[in-house]
């Protein structure tokens, strides 16, 4: 049952240690709860577990005093997270009531891990830097670029499952000239320091509509079918501007004979063309100038033309539009910063007047730097950055705008740009709880949220101390900002590994039965894939925007799908690239997470499904269980499959891989989850037989539930262990919104979550809301903090 030992004596030998001569000392307040609560253990526990039973090598009557035995951390909290789980008793025996249980749980919280339900302990806050998206967004937000980080910052290390750990954010010296070199990079490409500029803009590509249907958009203009996408964007002066087109050619990782022409144009007239195959290039760019007026006198389009189709085997191709810009008027008449940084100069070129110039690059420098840095930058920091623009400004060849980038360049590697620190009002007090200030409270929602800095109306709130009262109105006003898909695409990227659905690496052939490379990975395509994952990250975002109940992420009779997707899984009517909801045939074997694509590819291996990953994947992901790190050297699966077990179903040679004593309870956890999804295969493929076996399904779990499907054991997580299911849920978003792993004292704040969703609809927005307004994402501990004191230091 438990991984230490616990003995104690009879009621009466207990007694007698605490005799002292001629009367027993007075028990404390710790010692008279214990005897309420053992006779529990006694009926459900020592069966096992007592008086020389020692079951999973586990005894409870190893201690002489009922207080030597509190002090005994590790045991008790072994105890507590099996009887929370109900993983004890086992299902087979005598179950104690759920009072019972909860008694058990409120003496171990209260008098082992000192819990004080009423002010729950925050945890302690490390101060973590940016990892990469959240440098990709910020610098995005603030500047209004597509900063590719790949190419300069490394990949993060992650802890507990996410990327937002702070634990295992810290900067090396290598890692500090990376952001250094990083600097540069996006001051060189976003500070205009030529000044004023002939004007480019970037048209909203959700503008471009075709009239036949509303579903279609720039994101793929199929070679197949032409489109003809249309706007009538705002022109602020008669002129001859140009227009750019960037796009890229997407459908397949593998050559294609698919052609199509590209045509650009305004109004009747053509004005540009280009015939279009396939191209692995990360982006293109067709180029036109055109005469426009001002106002929203003219429609620009983008059209597609059908040309050669692929053929036999080859993947269809189409265009995704990146941007289209105009630019212009071209001859000079008009100029002006570009418009990303636009914000900052807001007064327009700067005076010749050096006298004038101070309180300009003031305002622009605070402006920046209060957005940079989360909260209002203090008069001593923007003296510094003042001056610093100034020096730069008056060294030869350089202008106004050069000594502005330099000052930004400054703000970018500072340690309050980098690293998300918090004030703290009494630094080195461990012992005193404090809620954080609103302007860390901003950067905590904005970062958790939007992978991003707080906007202007996060900013104004903090300021004027309303946050707070306002928090449920901003986090609905974040949820419906497209800025809010970050947040999906990076937490379901990783609870559910949707990022690695695209590169994990599977044995097309052998998994498909296809000799042929080159057909085995056009059949599980790079596009397949993608869809995959867009699946799943769209399934999650409509449940959490529509406000629907948590449990539908296992159940819901709907899923998104696209063309190529809907194919794989054999759904007919669906036909387009785009991602659509699209409600499931009753007799659909899809339906929830586990039967998606991401899921059933993430959890297998190369060549074969994984029973034990997808097992311990569920038990990790969505009950909160999971088992102890595997043995050392266990052999492989494949160690089992061989002479007469050569051919035995997965379920036979599975038993035979975990007959060993220790590695059994934990396979007995595992094992009857992975198998029930066997009908999936590798590639997320509906199979009746496995080796010419039929595959059986059934299984029960450690909680006694039993099953015939994947759809049953979907339900059973739904229902009779929907709690589980809400802690796992409430868990897995708390870690990542907070940068640090669950521990037991945060036992009160998952609790109140769930407590609490379950009686305003269960909905996974409600989750969402529970962990903003929880303890530890509200309120810290009084450790020290280099960011201690009202102005910020250093």
Not at 546 to 561: M, Q, R
Request: proline content about 6%; hydrophobic content about 35%; some cysteine.
């Amino acid at each position: 049952m438990f991984k230490a030992t616990i003995r104690f004596c009879a009621l009466s030998c207990t007694l007698s240690l605490f005799s002292f001569g001629a009367g027993a000392a007075e028990k404390s307040a710790a010692e008279k709860e214990f005897d309420a609560v053992e006779p529990i253990l006694m009926t459900f526990c020592y069966d096992c577990h007592g008086d020389g039973m020692d079951k999973g090598d586990f005894m409870m009557d190893d201690y002489e005093t009922v207080a030597a035995h509190l002090k005994n951390f590790d045991v008790w909290y072994e105890t507590w997270k099996n009887v929370r789980s109900n993983l004890m008793p086992p299902a087979d025996k005598k179950q104690p009531t759920d009072e019972e249980r909860e008694k058990v749980l409120a003496f171990i919280e209260s008098r082992v891990f000192q819990i004080d339900h009423e002010n729950p302990d925050p945890g302690r806050v490390t101060i973590r830097r940016l990892n990469r998206e959240e440098y990709r967004y910020t610098i995005k937000d603030l500047l209004q670029i597509d900063f590719n980080v790949n190419d300069i910052l490394p990949v993060d290390d992650t802890g507990y499952g996410f990327d937002t750990i702070g634990d295992v954010l810290s900067i090396s010296p290598l890692l500090m000239e990376k952001y250094l070199e990083a600097a540069d990079m996006v001051v060189e490409e976003a500070v205009p320091t030529d000044g004023p500029e002939i004007v480019e803009w970037w048209l909203n590509l959700k503008d471009f509509r075709d009239e036949r249907s509303e579903s279609w958009s720039t994101e793929w203009m199929p070679f197949e079918h032409a489109r003809k996408m249309e706007s009538n964007p705002w022109v602020n002066f008669d002129g001859e501007y140009e227009i750019a087109v960037d796009f890229r050619i997407a459908g397949s990782g593998e050559a294609s004979s698919h052609s199509a022409t590209l045509k650009v144009g305004v109004d009747d007239k053509e004005l540009t063309a280009r015939k279009l195959g396939w191209d692995n290039s990360k982006r293109l760019t067709l180029k036109t100038k055109a005469t426009l007026k001002q106002g929203r006198e003219q429609k620009i389009w983008l059209a597609t033309e059908t040309g050669d189709p692929p053929q036999e085997g080859e993947n269809k191709l189409g265009i995704d539009v990146e941007s289209v810009r105009i630019r212009g008027p071209l001859d000079g008449s008009q100029k002006d910063y570009p418009w990303n940084v636009r914000y900052l100069f807001s007064e327009g070129p700067p005076s010749p007047d050096e006298d004038a110039r101070d309180p300009y690059r003031k305002k622009i420098l605070q402006t920046f730097a209060t957005r940079a840095f989360r909260r209002p930058v203090d008069d001593e920091t923007l003296g510094r950055l003042v001056a610093i623009a100034r020096q730069v400004d008056k060294q030869p060849n350089n202008s106004f705008e050069d000594g502005i980038a330099m000052a930004i360049k400054a703000i970018l590697v500072s340690p309050r740009f980098l690293l998300r620190a918090e004030i703290q009002p009494e630094p080195d007090n461990p012992g005193k709880i404090v809620p954080i200030d609103e302007y860390a409270l901003a950067s905590r929602l904005s970062y958790f949220l939007w992978s991003s800095t707080p906007d202007e109306e996060l900013m104004r709130l903090a300021g004027e101390g309303r946050l707070r009262v306002e928090l449920r109105n901003q986090v609905d006003r974040m949820l419906k900002d497209e800025k809010s898909f970050r947040f999906v695409a990076n937490f379901v990227g990783q609870w559910l590994m949707a990022r690695d659905v695209e590169t994990v690496h599977i044995d097309e052939r052998r998994v498909l039965n296809i000799k042929d490379l080159g057909e085995a990975r056009r059949t599980f395509s790079g596009r397949l894939r993608q869809a995959m994952r867009k699946e799943s990250e769209n399934f999650f975002d409509y449940i959490l925007k529509n406000n629907k109940p948590a449990t539908d992420l296992l159940t819901a009779n709907y899923t998104f799908l696209d063309e190529t997707l809907a194919e794989w899984y054999g759904i007919e009517g669906v036909k387009g690239s785009h991602m659509r909801l699209v409600d499931l045939p009753k007799d659909s074997k899809r339906g929830g997470l586990l039967s998606q694509g991401t899921f059933q590819v993430v959890t297998s291996n190369p060549t074969r499904t994984s029973p034990v990953k997808r097992g311990l994947f569920v038990l990790e992901n969505f009950l909160a269980t999971p088992p102890p790190p595997a043995v050392p050297d266990v052999p492989p699966l494949e160690e089992a499959a061989k002479g007469d077990a050569r051919n035995l179903p997965l379920r036979d040679l599975l038993a035979l891989h975990s007959e060993q004593a220790m590695c059994a309870s934990c396979h007995a956890r595992m094992d009857p989850i992975g198998l029930a999804l066997e009908n999936y295969n590798p590639v997320g493929l509906w199979r009746d037989t496995y080796n010419g076996q039929p595959i059986d399904a059934a299984g029960k779990l450690m909680t006694g539930e039993q099953f015939g499907s994947a759809k049953e054991l979907s339900h059973i997580l739904a229902t009779a262990r929907y709690r589980d299911f809400h802690r796992a849920l409430a868990e897995k978003l708390l870690t990542y919104a907070v940068g640090r792993g669950i521990e037991y004292y945060d036992a009160p704040t998952i609790d109140k979550i769930v407590n609490d969703i379950e009686t305003h609809g269960a909905t996974l927005k409600e989750i969402v809301y529970g962990v903003i307004e929880s303890a530890p994402f509200q309120k810290r501990r009084g450790d020290g903090d280099m960011f201690a004191g009202p102005a910020g230091g250093h």
